[in-house]
């Protein structure tokens, strides 16, 4: 690895040129000095142009020097030729010392220039593993940290040829470096060429972005299971239930040898028609969930008055439904809905307003330009634990166990963003909770 860059050694070498001539012109017309003085002004001088241009200009300088002392302060002067036998010594000398010294520091000088690479290294690898212990996304924590380092306009992370990962505009088709990180993993950097030495640092950021990148798949895998199972456990319990309860009454009702009269006949129809419904609800909500997840749901918006949504989704409540206050004002503009999506949304979030609401003080639905305002008066979310509710199977607050899998606000969610929409929690004045569905205008 050079000591210096090219500029540095052009440097020593204009040095060399045009300061020895003038060091001879200032002690030529300077006050008259001996030989040795003059040696050791010019070694100073030689020593000076190691360090400005390295071994190179210094040895010029060292042989260029002897010859300027031969001809102008030695012994006859005006002559490459020298009398004094201690002279001859005394510029042999100077040459000897003058490389020695040039050689050391050029040397020294060499040897800092890779320590300081060594330690740059150092620190760009700590800071690359930093970024892989730190925060959720280090793979491409990883990659903005190599494009920043080595100024480049982007970095692909390639699996089996194909992009899984990128900085910048990926390209397939061109690119300045290429580092084969394994038999599967490589990664293309554009910008501009990189030094051998540059490639061993980036050869060791592909293997920690190969590193992070079997690592995501892993943990990839590792929420799928974690959701299946959340899954599994949660429906094997919420289907059984109404299942449960509507096969009792069905079964109730065809048996020969138990007589009912009208009023347990309606009851056990009741409560089948009840648990068929939650079961509904149940299996819409995770096929929902599923097309959103899949980035299959398709969304129709329209316009539409939240006079025929709010009423539409109270009666699939059914009997419940029915206790929800109304307030909308009679000249509200229409909303911008997929009507669908919408009425689904405000189920779930009615339903989940009905839970946690204390006897006597049903939910109330508010309605006003672009928003729909579910406000119920329960015991409320604490707001650090806003962000909770909203994830699947979480079910914060609830305390028995007709409550669903969970889904419902999670759900309700993604399905307002798909429609271009936000749904935010708030405190309800008093007490409770107020869910604010904002759709675009």
């Given at each position: 690895m050079p000591a210096l860059s090219w500029r540095r050694r052009i440097a020593g070498f204009a040095a060399t040129g045009a300061g020895l001539p003038l060091l001879t012109a200032l002690l030529a017309w300077g006050p008259p000095l001996s030989l040795t003085n003059h040696i050791l002004l010019f070694l100073v001088a030689v020593v000076g142009v190691a360090l400005l241009g390295g071994l190179g200009p210094a040895l010029l300088a060292a042989v260029g020097g002897s010859l300027l002392l031969n001809y102008f302060f030695t012994p006859p002067y005006g002559r490459f030729a020298v009398a004094q036998s201690e002279n001859l010594l005394a510029l042999a000398t100077f040459v000897v010392v003058a490389i020695a010294v040039s050689w050391v520091v050029d040397t020294a000088a060499r040897r800092t220039?890779?320590?300081?690479?060594?330690?740059?290294?150092?620190?760009?690898?700590?800071?690359?593993?930093?970024?892989?212990?730190?925060?959720?996304?280090?793979?491409?924590?990883?990659?903005?940290?190599?494009?920043?380092?080595?100024?480049?306009?982007?970095?692909?992370?390639?699996?089996?040829?194909?992009?899984?990962?990128?900085?910048?505009?990926?390209?397939?088709?061109?690119?300045?470096?290429?580092?084969?990180?394994?038999?599967?993993?490589t990664m293309r950097l554009r910008g501009r060429p990189l030094e051998p030495s540059d490639r061993r640092i980036v050869a060791a950021f592909g293997a920690q972005a190969a590193i992070a990148l079997r690592h995501e798949a892993l943990s990839a895998v590792a929420e799928a299971d974690k959701m299946r199972t959340a899954l599994l456990a949660a429906v094997s319990h919420d289907l059984r239930t109404p299942l449960a309860s509507a096969k009792a009454a069905v079964a109730g009702l065809r048996n020969e040898e138990i007589v009912f009269d009208l009023e347990d006949r309606r009851e056990l129809l009741a409560t089948a028609d009840e648990s068929l419904d939650r079961l509904v609800r149940l299996v819409t909500n995770l096929l929902d969930m599923s097309r959103l997840q899949a980035?299959?749901?398709?969304?129709?918006?329209?316009?539409?008055?939240?006079?025929?949504?709010?009423?539409?989704?109270?009666?699939?409540?059914?009997?419940?439904?029915?206790?929800?206050?109304?307030?909308?004002?009679?000249?509200?503009?229409?909303?911008?809905?997929?009507?669908?999506?919408?009425?689904?949304?405000?189920?779930?979030?009615?339903?989940?307003?009905?839970?946690?609401?204390?006897?006597?003080?049903?939910?109330?639905?508010?309605?006003?330009?672009?928003?729909?305002?579910?406000?119920?008066?329960?015991?409320?979310?604490?707001?650090?634990?806003?962000?909770?509710?909203?994830?699947?199977?979480q079910r914060l607050g609830d305390r028995d166990n007709h409550t669903g899998v969970g889904l419902g606000l999670a759900l309700s969610r993604g399905l307002t963003e798909a429609m271009g929409g936000t749904l935010t929690p708030a405190h309800t004045p008093g007490g409770g909770l107020t869910m604010i569905v904002t759709l675009p205008s």
């Open positions: 220039r890779q320590a300081a690479a060594a330690a740059a290294d150092a620190q760009t690898l700590a800071t690359m593993a930093g970024s892989v212990l730190r925060g959720g996304r280090p793979l491409m924590a990883l990659l903005e940290q190599l494009c920043e380092t080595f100024t480049l306009e982007s970095v692909s992370l390639l699996d089996r040829g194909t992009v899984v990962a990128h900085v910048g505009e990926p390209s397939t088709t061109v690119w300045d470096t290429e580092v084969e990180v394994d038999d599967n993993v980035g299959a749901l398709g969304v129709n918006a329209v316009d539409i008055g939240a006079e025929d949504i709010v009423p539409s989704a109270l009666d699939d409540l059914g009997a419940e439904g029915r206790t929800v206050a109304v307030e909308i004002p009679d000249d509200l503009p229409p909303l911008h809905a997929d009507p669908g999506l919408l009425r689904q949304v405000l189920v779930n979030l009615v339903a989940n307003a009905l839970r946690h609401s204390p006897p006597g003080r049903p939910p109330t639905v508010t309605a006003s330009t672009s928003e729909l305002r579910v406000v119920d008066h329960g015991p409320g979310i604490p707001e650090d634990r806003w962000d909770d509710v909203f994830l699947p199977f």
